[in-house]
């Protein structure tokens, strides 16, 4: 392969995502971050893309601006994710949260993946060595559930099975497809509920008792992306501090 392989990443400009693109960059990727505003700044080399993941109209100019910049991809990481603007109990969920949360979360996803997989395919079809993989940020979300967020909860449990369908077609392709699922991250998503997230975190929620960081997430999507789990699509990895364990 001549040049740096390179890894597209969504919602990069904030959190998780923007961890993501520093990592993926100091671990030798080019980037492309994609953001609904221009990304100014990341303190490392990245080409910017404004787009907005819930418009499919956005995603033919993601790919084709990524390409014209770098001729391939290698890594998509599916990162950009919003939270319901208002958290209200399940018997109040309204239509239009639903909606727009499904529309980026899930929606928003799937239809980015299509695209670039079929990119991908193209990529593997003119060099057989090469090992593009994608990359999903669901959440802990996926299988827990928060009665005051149902159409959050159903938008990472629609992900979590998009990666799985994913991983299962391209694997033909040796495209492998990983879901990370991160639980409680310190970002601006969770700024509105540190309090009783610090509450619970105090009375021992979380096996290893600390808030989990953007970075934490970062250094497993690296490895993902390096191939350290080749032999393994379709894998689920938990950031969350040991919150996959049932405690009694
Ligand atoms: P964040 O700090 O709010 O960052 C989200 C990023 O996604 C922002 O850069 C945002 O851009 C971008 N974005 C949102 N909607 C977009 C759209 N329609 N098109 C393009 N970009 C969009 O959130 P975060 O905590 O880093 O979350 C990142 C991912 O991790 C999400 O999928 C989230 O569900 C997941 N996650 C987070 C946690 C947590 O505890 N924080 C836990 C589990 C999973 P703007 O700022 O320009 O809107």
Known sequence: MKGKPVALVTGAGFGIGRSIAIELAQSGYDIAAVDIERIEELGVDFFPIQADISLLEDH?????????????????VNNAGIAPDKRLDILETTPDSYDRVLSVNSRGAFFLTQRAARKMIDLVHKDPNCRPCIIFISSISADVSSPSRAEYCISKAALSQISRIFADRLSEFNINVYEVRPGIIQTRMTAAVKD?????????????????????????????????????????????????IRRL
């Open 60 to 76: 033919k100019k993601i790919i084709e601006l990524t390409l014209s910049k770098f001729e391939r991809i290698d890594v998509l």
């Open 196 to 244: 009783k997230y610090d509450r619970q975190i105090a009375e021992g929620l979380i096996p290893q008792k600390r808030w989990g960081q953007p970075e934490d997430v970062a250094r497993a999507v690296v490895s993902l992306a390096k191939g350290s789990f080749s032999y393994s699509t379709g894998m689920v990895v938990e950031v969350s501090g040991g919150m996959n």
